[in-house]
């Protein structure tokens, strides 16, 4: 079975510091995909980034960045030099290949005071 | 390019009422579809999904049941509310397996 820890449950930084929110899962799939989400306050979910399970090059986009790697089962996600607006929930999930599930891990509560 | 709709909004609900949410998705064919719910402002859980008309997997026993009459139409019932059934429930859209989900923005359920 799939599973997807986020220990951090809260965070709390003052905006411009750097944050890592940590994502371990666990899959017996060789061919697995992973994802990030966020929800700010409004509720919606929102798509940050998919990977697969072939692919473990980290990814930048604007200050956001991932880290995958195989060999400790993780996939951590940096924001850089944060803002106010970074404030949200978090959420790494998980998708085996075999299958059409996204199973979520518990989210982190990210704040960035001013 | 596609979205997705889910409605209402916000629902306040008698113990023992019936529900209907629905969700419909514009803009793709044959979508996989989802229904989430999340408690407490924290982890989603998945309660029903569906690859195609007329099928529908069940993730949890309990007391809610889903429908997909057409192709990009996803409705989630109960015939008798409970008060554990409070939350917040989140329709997702997804084309092929492995292919991040879409999500409707929610219906923040209170059942009272």
């Known amino acids: 079975a799939q599973k997807v820890t986020q220990a951090q449950t809260e965070i709390s930084v003052v905006e411009k510091e750097d944050v890592t929110l940590d994502c371990v899962y666990e899959t017996r799939d060789t061919t697995y995909y992973l994802f990030w989400y966020k929800q700010p306050p409004s509720g919606e979910l929102v798509f940050l980034i998919r990977?697969?399970?072939?692919?473990?090059q980290n990814e930048i986009s604007g200050r956001y960045s991932w880290n995958f790697q195989k060999s400790t089962s993780s996939f951590n996600f940096t924001i850089t030099a944060s803002q106010v607006v970074d404030s949200a929930v978090y959420f790494c999930?998980?998708?085996?290949?075999?299958?059409?599930?996204?199973?979520f891990g518990e989210g982190t509560q990210l704040t960035v005071n001013p | 390019s596609q979205t997705i709709h889910q409605w209402p909004a916000t629902l306040v609900q008698p113990v023992g009422s019936p529900l209907s949410l629905e969700c419909t998705v514009e803009?793709?064919?044959?979508?996989?579809l989802y229904w989430y719910r999340q408690a407490a402002g924290r982890g989603l859980q998945l309660l029903f999904y569906s690859v195609g008309i007329g099928q529908i997997s069940s993730e949890v026993p309990q007391n809610l049941s889903a429908s997909r009459p057409q192709d990009r139409q996803f409705i989630l019932s109960s015939k008798k509310l409970l008060l554990s059934d409070s939350g917040f429930y989140l329709c997702?859209?997804?084309?092929?397996?492995?292919?991040?989900?879409?999500f409707g923005s929610g219906t923040q359920l209170s059942v009272l």
């Open positions: 990977r697969n399970s072939f692919d473990e």
């Open positions: 997702a859209w997804s084309g092929r397996q492995g292919e991040e989900l879409f």
């Open positions: 803009g793709t064919s044959n979508p996989n």
């Open positions: 999930a998980l998708s085996e290949g075999s299958g059409s599930r996204l199973t």
